[in-house]
């Protein structure tokens, strides 16, 4: 039996975009004001979501689980950035594991854990997990929700 897929998102999700603020200086922030992601290096600067790397370690034991997240495409560090991020914060259960897209529908999987719907999440063919949302509004949410749905059938009860 094959392990399911799960894709989860960086911005929001494993990482939290607005600590990277307070390390920008004023003039960069109002320069950028309308689109803070372009900041040069702005994802090397990002702590993780509470929760966020347990949690992305157990996924990874339970289910086939890959990083499936959008870099801006006017800011070409962000890219590597994001990489770093990754290799930093998640180590090995994250080797090899990150896809960068600007349409996550293209990706075939069971679940994918986003906050948002752009980028082709709200087009993705599994079930999209909205993190932040209402249902799961943080980590231990999302996982109590996921750990269940890796149980395998028991062998006697399948005829």
Request: net charge positive; with cysteine; aromatic share 12%.
């Amino acid at each position: 039996m094959r392990k399911k897929i799960v894709y989860v998102d960086m911005d929001n999700v494993l990482v939290d975009f607005r600590s990277a603020l307070p390390h920008l200086k004023k003039k960069v922030r109002k320069g950028y004001a309308d689109h803070l992601d372009d900041v040069p290096g702005i994802f090397s600067l990002m702590d993780p979501m509470p929760g966020a790397l347990c949690a992305f370690t157990e996924l990874a034991l339970l289910f086939d689980t890959y990083i499936l997240s959008t870099s801006p495409w006017d800011n070409p560090s962000a890219w590597s950035d994001k990489l770093c991020w990754v290799r930093t914060h998640l180590g090995e259960p994250a080797y090899k594991r990150l896809i960068l897209t600007h349409h996550k529908e293209l990706n075939r999987g069971d679940f994918l854990i986003d906050d948002r719907t752009g980028n082709g999440a709200d087009l993705f063919k599994g079930e999209h997990i909205r993190f932040g949302m209402e249902k799961f509004p943080d980590w231990p949410a999302v996982m109590a929700y996921l750990r269940p749905r890796v149980l395998r059938k028991k062998p006697w009860a399948q005829r």
